[in-house]
């Protein structure tokens, strides 16, 4: 599918997997005008996808207008009881429960409707938590991460939707990163977990609604739903989220600011390891790269070799730990990803092999699944450069950047 192209007729069906499914459409938006995200455009359509039949909403507090109303209450409004369940993902509908902890079943607030866990006992909507509606939509800020769990919830609730008959449509918003940057590793089967659940590159960049088109295409997923997508307005794969306009909501405790994705990618993988500070409780999560008993001036020195651009360090010491700084452009040019792993091996090698060393049980094993595969944590123990594991990257970046292309609904 060309990028620049807004509409699919639905005479045509596409094969995924052993199975043929319904061709997924795309909601046309006006061309040109004003920056919409897909709520607002689905708004101006006076809900026409949603009319008639009662709807279930993946929501939280990310998932408002671009007014700042919340999705939930727009619905609300528009569709009065037919807006009959919510569905909440990790850290919960308002976003302050903490990482891996288990969301409760419970009344919301705003709406009175219940809001049914997709992070508790199960991630997957059940039958029961179905059955009172006739189509899900998906409505959450993603920050554009493999690890980022919004879009493993959305995959297998796109599985579940259409095990039980339900239509699902994706309410699409930015990716806060742009629509151009593609790095890291590809995700091992074996590796398949909720901070991984379809195999796209650690940073994709993609939008929501292109991940749930290609998901549905590429048999990522064992049933395909009647799968809707309403396309943003006036959105661009060069916007960062500094270009839409819209206010920032933090999408989780740790995602604080418009550029914490950014940070999310430069540090995350390192944030896995052992002795480690990353920053986690001061004003920048994610924005700090050290570890205990680490040399901040050695650390710097490293650094200044990377050659990152649009990236600056900054020593600092605190509390026996010791690192840089990150400052990062929003639109950066470095491989972020890249930045990672060689932070972490920096580390590791002033640390004399503590950082990964110390490694063990259920936290290596999340180490894995973040990075994909066991491979650099074996690679970077045995002393294999950095720079050479992230050359290794490169085929399976450039293959994923020309198969999902056909998926892409913005130029």
């Keep these: 599918m060309s990028s620049r192209r807004s509409f699919i007729t639905s005479g045509a069906a596409f094969l995924t997997g052993c199975q043929l499914a319904?061709?997924?459409?795309?909601?046309?938006s006006a061309p040109g005008?004003?920056?919409m995200l897909g709520i607002d455009v689905l708004a101006s359509r006076n809900f026409d996808l949603l009319r008639g039949k009662r709807v279930g909403l993946i929501t939280n507090h990310t998932s408002v207008t671009g007014r700042g109303e919340f999705t939930r209450v727009a619905m609300q409004r528009a569709l009065g009881p037919m807006l009959t369940a919510l569905y909440a993902p990790e850290h919960g509908i308002d976003g302050s429960v903490g990482a891996g902890i288990h969301v409760s079943t419970r009344r919301d607030s705003v709406t009175g409707l219940t809001v049914y866990s997709l992070y508790g006992p199960t991630r997957k909507p059940t039958p029961?938590?179905?059955?009172p509606i006739d189509v899900l939509v998906f409505d959450l800020q993603d920050i554009g991460c493999r690890s980022y769990t919004y879009i493993s919830t959305m995959a297998v609730a796109m599985e579940a939707a259409a095990e039980n008959g339900k239509a699902f449509v994706v309410l699409d918003r930015p990716n806060p990163?742009?629509?151009?940057r593609v790095e890291g590793p590809p995700l091992e089967s074996r590796w398949k977990s909720f901070v991984g659940q379809i195999p796209v590159p650690y940073v994709h960049g993609m939008t929501a609604?292109?991940?749930a088109m290609m998901t549905a295409s590429s048999g990522w997923i064992s049933r395909v739903p009647r799968l809707n997508v309403a396309k943003m307005q006036g959105w661009s794969r060069n916007m960062t989220w500094q270009d839409t306009g819209l206010r920032w909501y933090r999408t989780s405790?740790?995602?604080p600011h418009a550029t914490s994705p950014l940070y999310y990618v430069a540090a995350g993988i390192l944030g896995g390891a052992a002795l480690v500070d990353i920053g986690i409780g001061t004003?920048?999560?994610?924005?700090?790269a050290g570890a205990l008993g680490v040399n901040p001036q050695a650390m710097y020195n490293a650094c200044r070799s990377f050659g990152m651009s649009g990236v600056s360090f900054t020593p600092y010491s605190k509390n026996g730990f010791g690192g840089v700084r990150l400052s990062i452009h929003p639109r950066a040019q470095a491989d972020l990803t890249a930045l990672d792993v060689m932070l972490l091996d920096a580390l590791n090698r002033l640390s004399s092999g503590r950082v990964l060393g110390k490694m063990s049980g259920d936290k290596l094993?999340?180490?894995?699944?973040v990075y994909g595969s066991e491979s650099l944590y074996t690679n970077l123990r045995r002393g294999v450069p950095a720079s050479r594991i992230v050359a290794g990257w490169s085929g399976f970046t450039n293959s994923f950047r020309s198969s999902r292309q056909r998926h892409l609904l913005y130029a």
């Design 283 to 288: 004003e920048n999560p994610f924005g700090y």
């Design 209 to 211: 609604g292109e991940l």
């Design 365 to 369: 094993n999340l180490f894995h699944k």
């Design 33 to 35: 005008g004003p920056f």
């Design 22 to 28: 319904p061709t997924p459409q795309i909601m046309p």
């Design 253 to 255: 405790p740790n995602i």
């Design 177 to 180: 990163m742009g629509g151009w």
């Design 128 to 131: 029961q938590m179905l059955a």
